[in-house]
């Protein structure tokens, strides 16, 4: 059986603090109404960024021949406080660049302090002239970060 000297005491107090149970109550200013502040406060997000360990790879010459195929990683790591998206554009150059097909997605979605591999396959064609032997090919990896935001999750109320 509860104990119902506890049960009154409690609706008692209940009763007696109601803005406790409320957390704050407008101030009246006249008889036909009333005023509350109320406050929402926030930091900005960080600025958008990124790291990549390296900055330049050199391709092995030995793949670097008609029907040379390999894989290129674009390794990423979010440094910022929210998801971004990144899209990595390979852009090439030399005088065997004609003979390269590039494929691959070129696009993640990171979450913070997290990383992602971006994997583009390198190939040569089969009809690379010897007059190609010996030439670069240089590839230039441009990347672009954006932050993300659902806008769904600054949903908040008092």
Request: charged share 15%; glycine share 8%; hydrophobic share 40%.
């Amino acid at each position: 059986m509860p104990n119902r000297t506890f049960t009154a005491l409690s609706l008692l107090a209940l009763l007696t603090f109601p803005t406790i149970a409320l957390g704050a109550s407008s101030t009246a200013d006249g008889f036909n109404g009333a005023t509350l502040s109320v406050t929402a406060t926030g930091t900005a997000a960080e600025q958008v960024s990124f790291e990549i360990p390296s900055t330049s790879i050199t391709l092995d010459s030995k793949a670097v021949r008609p029907g040379g195929t390999f894989t290129v990683t674009v390794p990423v790591t979010n440094t910022t406080d929210r998801q971004i998206n990144v899209v990595v554009t390979p852009n090439k150059d030399g005088d065997a660049a004609a003979s390269l097909t590039i494929t691959g997605l070129g696009t993640a979605t990171i979450d913070p302090d997290a990383s992602s591999n971006i994997v583009f396959t390198f190939s040569f064609a089969e009809t690379m002239t010897s007059a190609e032997a010996g030439k670069a090919v240089v590839v230039t990896f441009d990347v672009k970060a954006t932050g993300t935001y659902d806008s769904g999750s600054g949903n908040t109320s008092f």
